[in-house]
RNA sequence: GGGCCCAUAGCUCAACCGGUUAGAGCACCUGACUUAUAAUCGGGAGGUUUCGGGUUCGAUCCCCGAUGGGCCUACCA
């Protein structure tokens, strides 16, 4: 009986598994990292780099979603990869906490419980409920593994926070930009409440009434007009087209393009209608003309000064020129409410209207509205409800074009936190001015010409950085055409709220004369109070809130006790396009100037936008050095992810299949069906498991149709998979435009993942759990040289790509060099691995190198895959149970090898010649894996009666085959130093480099018998069946064992 | 309506800012494997670069237009 040697063999050995186990195992990292101090040693290194991150707060309110989990992963590859690449980064988790949601959530609790609570108790529950929601994100924001500070945590709520957020005020009010006007703004009458630009959303169908609206001409208007009329036609009406009625009682005007072409159309009963040319025949059509009948056209010039009858109201609405007209819809003639519309108010403030809005907070019609419109019986009704009231009366008075009850289906502004529709409402309001001189500034420029010129710097500089490798400015640089395009068209910033629920805007009244007053003097006294006692105290009735005397515009100094305080607050945007100044100015080894913002790209309205003007006003420039942006998570159609959109098109896709199976074309749903990813061949194997064995083929459809298209909740891939493959996912796809998120798209990313972890246990399992020399301390085989110089290039790829922010390179790059270590050196590795002595020269060559990559492999995955770097290295022989970390490693590090390139050159005619040897190999080993599942489905014995498959004949694995090849000298000098090793590194049993052309076969059964223990068959096999390099390892091994025995 | 962006294999991404025959990986088909075995290695098939024009000796790349999708925005009166 011939002894088995394999015990002898030191094949792979490691605790390190296969499966991660990642959701039950991260978890415990994540304990051992805050009981250790982690994230302080982290910091704590020497180091001369720098690199300030600024975390935008997210909003605390609810759980986090897949933007905010993507988003928080890209914060941890950023901070993470700084420090490993020695400057130290610090991540200063912030949440926002002030703002309508959370005053809106506890205004329906206490609204349900029928409460009244004062505006102090107000704010304290307000802050309850911002304080639980921090404690719930902050649980799932740590959960993924993203390090920092997450017991101090900055909240836009605290007190030193809000005393900044009046300093940067302040810093606005030294540049002489805020005023209080009474302008039109967006309203949301459910809130009561002015909103910003970013707290708008649009709905997509939203039903508006449709109005055309006649305002008769005087006598002269008519005489100016009287050579272009018609025949027969000796009245005109000017009409305009409108989807809010209500606003006609507020109409002041009506606006005209001056170089647009207008006709008067010859209406019913011989009326004139002025409308613009290229309307003409859908304005007829409307009114259901029999005929378009128009006079000769004419420029809206010769219109302007003219004036309408207000249709109810005894005024005359005056006909001005204006750029916005358009000629695409309505009439031509645009209805104006200076109260409520920008464009209107603008042309109001033109001509000197009024901006008139007979409307109040709530949404309803107040007092101030003509007697026209009161006799009407409107004051008091709420808006929407007047729309058929004022259609109506309108009809009544024969001003309207067509019937009543028109409508029209469009985009409409709706109030992000209640979804009910917006006004445009003319308020008295905080503002700051876009286009008034900065006068703290040299040059007094505009903010808007600061803000521009700012984001053109910074894209200069981005362009700069671009030449040095690195990323800076606006990432991708596209992000400053966006930002500036908004920049430039905003209008003046309303940072005034009438909520009760965050920083007070610290201006005064004075009772008497109605003053109002805010200047820096009394910002500073403020911001002092809240530092020390919140933005509370405003609420309190502590009159040291404000200072003792209060200097108003004349100079004269007053009593405190003369004064009012306003009772509005400041537009979180404000809050937190302040946050660089309330969180790194204040930080010695921060400052206000910040390396990187990172945020999905909405935040070019939203955030990015308000640090920029902010930081103009406060530093005169940017905050930020650098802006990187995402893209949203999407299914794989390029959809929004988010559970409602999917529940929807699940429906619609259901929908759709069923009606396929009525009309008897299940096969086709079904085949349609699988093209998708999500319906894979195994889905329908499953479904019909599922539906049992009788399932009809209409069944399977719709069983398909159903599960087509899944919502994942992202807590669940977390606590089913592990948070690292999340990570994975996160990197796995271009985060710069939108990400792709679905079942498959996940096991792809795992699947890269796990080809990863199984590259780096088996060098563990090489490694056999015992430390293995450094690199510099053995003579490196060739080969083993040769990884080393393929892990420096990776090193420097890596490196690069980190400073670029391109996670997604470092990953495939990673990747990349597994599968070329598993296919080309790890398998040319395998015999002294496996079959030397455990003292050879050649395997501690290798360990050394394996240990190397391993260790080198580890840290650079470190910031992207934590848990599994981490992994690693407690199963790293030479770091295991000393209690180190991964992450508190550097950047990499290779010896420098000689004549790398030569190596490399080398190395690329070994990959030639093993192309080569495959390349004759393949069809002979294909040929026996043929007839063996021939030989297998006839059931009879393989190869049995064929000659060329004769067990001394036949080749089923390399190592049995001698290979010919040509290669020319040159070729042949390029292997170099891989020369003699040639048979070995293919894996071949013997190879055979012919400089001449090779006649007959190129693949021989290799001579000799196989040693019994490597199996290679090396022509040296002793009369022991052993080969000498096995003979002196099965000694080496059975004198150890002896001796532990 | 406007601004910005995206479109390459069934899927996720490449292709050195105009230059050989558009490359990988996954998935698929297929072979090997007492020595990485829920692993690993080999082979194969798969593309009119969304469509239509244009510039050019030459276009995935530049220009114009269309289609589909995303983010943002508005003065849809």
Redesign the pocket.
């Known amino acids: 009986m011939p002894r088995?040697?394999?015990e002898t063999?030191l094949?792979?050995k490691t605790a390190f598994p296969?499966?991660g186990d990642l959701f039950k195992r991260e978890p415990q990292w994540l304990a051992r990292w805050e009981s250790s101090g982690l994230y302080a040693r982290i910091l704590a290194r020497p180091v001369d780099g720098r690199f300030v991150f600024h975390d935008g707060p997210p909003y605390a309110n609810g759980h986090m979603h897949y933007g905010h989990i993507l988003n928080n992963a890209l914060k941890d590859f950023v901070t993470r990869s700084r420090n490993l690449l020695g400057e130290r980064t610090r991540f200063i988790p912030g949440w926002d906490c002030h703002g309508l949601p959370i005053e809106l959530n506890v205004d329906r609790e206490v609204k349900r419980k029928k409460e009244h609570v004062s505006p102090t108790e107000m704010r304290v529950r307000c802050r309850d409920e911002a304080a639980k929601w921090v404690d719930v994100q902050r649980t799932e924001r740590k959960r993924l593994g993203v390090l920092g500070t997450w017991e101090t945590p900055y909240l836009t709520m605290n007190q030193g926070f809000e005393a900044q957020v009046i300093r940067a005020l302040k810093a606005f009010v030294a540049n002489d930009i805020v005023y209080r006007g009474k302008k039109?703004v967006?309203w949301c009458w459910h809130c009561r409440t002015a909103l910003a630009?970013?707290?708008?959303?649009?709905a997509d169908a939203?039903v508006?009434p449709?109005i055309y609206v006649k305002f008769a001409l005087d006598a002269a208007g008519v005489e100016a007009l009287r050579a272009k009329l018609p025949d027969g036609v000796t009245r005109v009406s000017a009409v305009?087209?409108?989807?809010?009625p209500w606003?006609?009682p507020a109409?002041l005007a009506i606006?005209v393009h001056p170089a647009l072409d207008y006709v008067v159309l010859k209406g019913a009963d011989g009326e004139g209608l002025l409308v613009?040319a290229a309307?003409a025949e859908a304005v007829a059509k409307s009114a259901k003309l029999d005929a378009v009948v128009v006079g000769p056209s004419f420029k809206g010039e010769l219109l302007v000064g003219l004036q309408g009858r207000h249709p109810f109201e005894a005024r005359w609405s005056t006909l001005f020129g204006?750029?916005?007209?358009?000629?695409?819809?309505?009439?031509?003639?645009?209805?104006?409410?200076p109260g409520h519309?920008?464009?209107?108010y603008k042309l109001g403030v033109a001509h000197g209207l009024e901006a008139y809005a007979p409307v109040g907070d709530d949404g309803r019609y107040t007092g101030e509205l003509g007697d026209g419109a009161k006799a009407m019986g409107l004051e008091g009704q709420f808006i929407f409800d007047a729309n058929p009231a004022v259609e109506q009366h309108l009809h009544s008075l024969g001003a309207l074009l067509q019937p009543p009850g028109q409508k029209?289906t469009?985009?409409?502004?709706i109030c992000w936190r209640c979804k009910n529709p917006l006004i445009?409402r003319a308020t008295t309001q905080w503002f700051i001015a876009m286009d008034e001189p900065m006068r703290a500034l040299p040059g007094t420029p505009t903010l808007r010409q600061r803000a521009l010129a700012e984001i053109d710097r910074l894209a200069a500089d981005g362009a700069r950085a671009e030449g040095e490798g690195v990323a800076r400015g606006w990432v991708?640089?596209?992000?400053r055409?966006?930002i500036?395009?908004?920049i430039e068209?905003?209008?003046d910033w309303c940072i005034s709220r009438q909520r009760i629920w965050g920083v007070p805007i610290p201006a005064v009244q004075h009772k008497a004369t109605g003053e109002v007053v805010l200047t820096t003097e009394l910002l500073e006294h403020v911001a002092k109070v809240f530092a020390e006692r919140g933005a509370d105290a405003w609420y309190s009735d502590d009159p040291s809130v404000l200072p003792a005397e209060i200097r108003c515009a004349d100079g004269t100094l007053r009593p405190r006790e003369e004064f009012s305080r306003d009772p509005s607050i400041i537009d979180v945007w404000f809050e937190s396009g302040s946050s660089f100044y309330a969180v790194c100015e204040p930080e010695a080894d921060l400052g206000a100037k910040v390396d990187l913002y990172l945020e999905?790209?909405?935040q070019?309205?939203?955030w990015f936008h308000s640090s920029l003007l902010v930081g103009c006003a406060v530093l005169g420039e940017a905050p930020y050095r650098a802006v990187l942006t995402h893209?949203?998570v999407?299914d794989?159609?390029?959809?929004?992810y988010s559970k409602s959109d999917i529940r929807r098109r699940q429906e619609a896709r259901r929908d759709e299949i069923t009606a396929r199976v009525n009309k008897g074309e299940a096969l086709d749903a079904v085949l349609t069906a699988m093209?998708?990813?999500w319906a894979?061949?195994?889905k329908l194997a499953d479904a019909k498991k599922r539906l049992g064995k009788k399932t009809s083929l209409d069944d399977v459809a719709l069983a398909i149709a159903q599960d087509d298209i899944e919502f994942i909740p992202p807590e669940k891939i977390i606590a089913e998979q592990g948070a690292e493959l999340f990570r994975a996912w996160a990197v796995?796809?271009?985060?710069?435009?939108?990400?792709?998120y679905?079942r498959?798209?996940l096991?792809?990313?795992i699947?890269?993942y796990?080809?990863v972890r199984?590259?780096?246990?088996?060098?563990l399992?090489a490694l056999r759990e015992e430390p293995a020399p450094l690199v510099t301390e053995v003579a490196l085989e060739p080969i083993d040289q040769w990884a080393l110089v393929r892990l420096g290039e990776v090193l420097a790829k890596c490196e690069k790509a980190y400073r670029q922010y391109a996670f997604?390179?470092v990953f495939?790059t990673v990747?990349?060099f597994?599968?070329d270590?598993?296919?080309?050196y790890?398998?040319a590795s395998?015999?002294r691995?496996?079959?030397d002595a455990s003292d050879s020269v050649r395997r501690r060559s290798a360990l050394a190198t394996m240990q190397h990559l391993v260790r080198s492999l580890a840290a650079v995955i470190a910031p992207i895959l934590p848990f599994s770097a981490e992994d690693v290295w407690d199963h790293l022989p030479a770091f295991a149970g000393k209690g180190d970390s991964v992450h508190l490693e550097f950047w990499p590090t290779v010896p420098s090898i000689e004549d790398g390139a030569a190596l490399g050159k080398a190395v690329q005619r070994l990959r030639a010649l093993?192309?080569g040897v495959?390349?004759v190999?393949?069809p002979v080993?294909?040929?026996?894996?043929?007839?063996?599942?021939a030989a297998k489905k006839a059931g009879r014995e393989p190869g049995a009666g064929d000659a060329t498959f004769a067990p001394g004949a036949r080749i089923?694995?390399?190592r049995d085959a001698a290979v010919t090849l040509e290669l020319s000298a040159a070729e042949r000098d390029e292997l170099g130093p891989l020369a003699p090793q040639a048979a070995e590194l293919l894996?071949l049993g013997a190879i055979e480099l012919a400089t001449a052309p090779v006649a007959g076969d190129r693949v021989r059964v290799a001579p000799g018998p196989a040693?019994d223990?490597?199996?290679?068959r090396r022509g040296d096999v002793g009369a022991d069946g052993l080969c000498p390099r096995c003979r002196h390892a099965v000694d080496v091994f059975d004198r150890a064992a002896g001796a532990t025995a």
Request: with cysteine; aromatic share 8%.
């Open positions: 088995d040697y394999k063999c094949l792979p296969m499966k039109p967006q630009e970013a707290e708008v959303e649009y939203h508006s449709s305009i087209w409108t989807t809010t606003t006609i109409n606006a613009a309307l204006a750029d916005h007209v358009e000629s695409s819809a309505g009439t031509g003639l645009v209805h104006t409410a519309g920008r464009d209107d029209v469009h985009k409409y502004p445009t991708p640089s596209w992000g055409e966006r500036r395009g908004m068209g905003r209008p999905g790209s909405d070019h309205r939203g893209g949203f999407c794989d159609q390029g959809r929004p093209k998708s990813t894979t061949p195994e796995f796809v271009d985060y710069e435009n939108d990400m792709p679905s498959a798209v096991n792809q990313a699947d890269a796990r080809r199984n590259t780096l246990r088996f060098m399992g997604r390179e495939a990747v990349e597994c599968q270590l598993s296919a080309l790890l398998d395998k015999d691995l496996y079959n093993r192309d495959f390349a190999l393949e080993v294909q040929a026996w894996g043929v007839e063996k599942q089923d694995h390399a894996g040693c223990r490597c199996w290679r």
